[in-house]
Structures are given as C-alpha cells and as structure tokens.
C-alpha cells in the first residue's frame, strides 16, 4: 500500500507580545467556573460533563529578575553587567521569548586611568553537534556597541561625541545602559559560501539527553583594550523560546471548551477539522476468514499548530457494509495513530551529510463516540481520540542545520479479530504539522482522556449520562 505524505498545515501567528519560555516557567490557568444548565448548549441534555480544563502554558514570572555578572581584581568587582530576565530567581539561568528585550547595564569601577577602546554586547546563538571542531558553529551573532572612542568621553558624552576621544578612562566610575530586542528571526544561507541568504525563525534553547545536538545562547560582554592589551569579556549563558501561538480553534470548538460539552465533529464543524483522504482497507476476519471493506477517514483539529501541553483531538470515521468488520476495527486498542519527532543536523558542520534521529513521541487515546452519529446507524462506527503533548517538546524549528519536525503517522488497524500482517507496520497517511509554545487565546483548551502515569492505560474522560447511570469507556 502506498504511503501518502500530506503537505504542511498553513502558518501560524507570531504576536509579539511577551509570553513563556521553558517548561520550567508554565503556570497552570485557574479553573474555569461551569456554567448553568440553561446557558449550556443543546448536549446538556445527554451529558453532565465532558472533559476537564488543561492547565495552560503561560509565563508564572514576568521580566523583571535581575542577574548579576562581575570580573574581579584582587577578588574586587571592576566590571558588572547586569539584565533583567524571566528566571524564577537571580541565580537562575536567565530566560528569555521571542519579543522580549534583552535590557540591562555595564557598570566600570576604575581604580586607576585604564585604556578601553570600546565595550559591545552581543546576543550570540550556537549549535553543537560534536566535539570536533566543525561540530560546532555559531549562526546568530547580534553585536550592539555600548561605547567606543569615536563617542568621546563617557562623562560627557553628548557635548564630546563629534571629539576624538583617546580611550584613556579616568578613575572612578561608569555605567551604561542597554535595550535591544532578542531577535526573532535571523538570515542564513542554506548552503556554505553561497550568497543567496534566507530568513530562519530563532530556535529554542535545546539539551536533551538522547539529542547529540544542542543549540545554546549566551550574552558576551567583549571590553576591547587596544592591541597591546587582552581584552576582557563575560559570557552568560541564557535560554530562548520562541514565541509559536496556534490560531484560535472554531467557534464551535470554543463553545465546547467554554461549557465543558463534548466536543462538535467534522459533519457539523467542517471548519474546526482537517479531513484527510479516505483510506479503503481489507482485512480478512478470523472467524470467518471472509476479507471485509472498510473505508476509514482520519480528522485532525484544526489549526494545525498544537501548543505543548495540550492535545490534538482526533476523529476516526469508520464505513462498511460489514457490522463484523467495524466491529473489529472500531476497538481502542486496534487504532495506531502516533506523534513522531524527526530531529535533523549535521555532526561533522554543513559540510557533511546530515543524520536525522527519529523518536515516536506518543500514541493517541481512542475511545467510541456518542455525538455526532450519522442516521445510517450500523453501517458507520465514529471514534474520538487525542494525542496528549508533554510541556517539554521542543517547538518545531525549520533551520536546516538543526531542525525539529513533528508528523502525525496513521499506521494500519491491528485488531484480535483480524488476521496480523505478520509484524509488519504499515503506514496509511502521515501528515506534519507544527508544536508551538504557548496556548492560543480564547477559552481554556479541555482534554477528555487521562494522560497516562505510571505506566497505567489512559482513562477517557468522557462520561455518558443516560438514565442515571454514569458509564466511563475505558
């Protein structure tokens, strides 16, 4: 059977407002208060409630931690660069996401005429693929100059700016401030030494312990000193995420969300779903050794871009003339749809070839429908699943030296009551699509199975009310 690669879903907004970093700094959202019957919509009348609210993924720690770096003379401070982050504590590594400033001050405690020719700061980004040589280069490299000669004398640098200054900085005491934005976006050329360059977003701060290859930030403080003279420099770690937001979902979706019902599927909310092709199969049953056809149609939440810490639901449409095929098929355990992180760089530089490591991230939860059901009844099985996303994924990232791709793979049925394919996993459809950071504005995202702790099967959460007896699907 063929596989079928989908294209990407289509892009993403990018507010510039401030908003989260790592997983270290999510902060859950208060619960939301549920609304009275009267104001809920038409499922109130079936269910009493569907799903529980996500604790969201926003910044707990606004930017205002300050950090502290000195170089010290005889264990005494000379130089102090100091900026404000997002870190919980000032002895945090500072943090910092897409649209934020990187702001702060250098402050000189001279006890003597000291040569300084100028004082920069720089936000630079690296990649580190290995310990060789090549196996590390740098790609973002953002200088801002503070103070140099040609700004005349620090003490008063307004009415000396146009006087040549000969850098000879009398004792006592300087200070300067900054503020320059931490950049979104950086150019790169796709291949070495070519001229055509091409706009990057700026990827996250990435360390894990199964990726060879990290992608780090610092802040340096480069004080030049002349020729003759080493020059001093500071270097501070810090960790970036960029600022990825999913479009809001439908209305409808936001409806379910608001008033904790169930949520509307791809019949009666064509906006709020991506339908992906149909995919007819054949197994054969065991009992009766008769193949079957069965046409299934796999549906995705749109908008296509998923913040860590939430979910991706899905919908599962099963047709067929056989009642004994659906039911084979329509069972929890026999859906295989799974999350798969492909991570892609060079360990060797741009030069070599690249090695992509390949990771499934998680499987979906499936369980069976009790909306939206379709009036031809026995022929046509409905199933709900979600994918739960950690709140540490990486962000997706489409930089060609390190990139982070997500994809959705829809691999066949594997059901006791059909014949196996003797071990092999066959691919239906795949479709990519994009892990942002933070949630989307709007009401709070609900999920309606249990994540899976422990190694324990997830519950679904999904309740049906039905002559006053509450039955979970398990």
């Not at 931490?182 to 701060?205: H, L, V």
Request: include cysteine.
């Amino acid at each position: 059977m063929a596989i079928r690669v989908l294209d990407a879903p289509p892009s993403y907004s990018e507010p510039s407002s401030p908003g989260s970093s790592t997983s270290q700094i999510f902060e859950p959202h208060e619960e939301e208060a549920l609304p009275p019957y009267s104001n809920a919509p038409r499922y109130s009348a079936v269910f009493a409630l569907h799903g529980r609210p996500i604790q969201g993924c926003q910044t707990s720690h606004p930017l205002e931690t300050e950090h502290s770096f000195a170089l010290r003379n005889d264990g005494i401070p000379w130089v102090k660069l100091k900026c404000i982050s997002r870190a919980a504590s000032p002895s945090e590594t500072p943090k910092f996401v897409g649209g934020d400033n990187i702001a702060g001050s250098i402050l000189l405690y001279l006890a003597s005429s000291t040569y300084i020719s100028s004082i920069t700061i720089s936000v630079k980004g690296r990649i580190i693929t290995s310990g060789a040589e090549e196996g590390s280069y740098i790609f973002l490299d953002k200088t801002h100059t503070v103070w140099s000669k040609a700004h005349g004398n620090p003490r008063h640098a307004s009415s000396t700016q146009n006087i040549k200054h000969k850098g000879n900085l009398d004792p006592g005491e300087y200070s300067w401030s900054f503020s320059f934005p931490f950049p979104a976006t950086f150019d790169y050329s796709n291949e070495p030494g070519s001229a055509g360059m091409k706009s990057y977003r700026t990827p996250q701060s990435v360390s894990e312990r199964h990726t060879p290859a990290t992608v780090q930030y610092e802040l340096f403080l480069h004080i030049g000193r002349g020729a003759l003279r080493p020059d001093k420099n500071i270097t501070v770690p810090i960790l970036y995420t960029p600022k990825i937001i999913p479009d809001p979902p439908s209305l409808l979706r936001e409806l379910s969300y608001r008033n904790a019902m169930p949520l509307v599927g791809p019949s009666e909310d064509p906006v709020g779903w991506t339908t992906l092709p149909a995919v007819t199969i054949c197994p054969r049953l065991l009992d009766t050794q008769q193949s079957v056809k069965v046409e299934c149609q796999l549906s995705l939440a749109n908008p296509m871009c998923y913040a860590r810490g939430s979910v991706i639901p899905c919908w599962l449409t099963l047709q067929s003339d056989s009642p004994a095929g659906l039911d084979a098929l329509a069972d929890s355990k026999a859906i295989k749809v799974a999350l798969q992180r492909r991570v892609k760089y060079h360990p060797k530089g741009l030069r070599c070839k690249p090695i992509t490591q390949t990771t499934t991230i998680q499987s979906a939860v499936w369980w069976p429908s009790n909306v939206d059901q379709p009036s031809e009844g026995p022929n046509i099985r409905i199933m709900e699943g979600e994918l739960h996303l950690s709140k540490s994924l990486q962000s997706t990232s489409d930089f060609p030296p390190f990139s982070v791709k997500y994809i959705i793979n829809w691999f066949d049925f594997q059901s006791p009551a059909i014949h196996p394919k003797d071990g092999v996993k066959i691919t239906l459809l795949t479709q990519t699509i994009t892990i942002g950071t933070f949630s989307a504005s709007g009401p709070q995202i609900r999920e309606y199975s249990a994540r899976k702790r422990d190694g324990n099967p997830p519950r679904c959460w999904n309740i049906e009310h039905t002559a006053g007896n509450h039955q979970s699907f398990l």
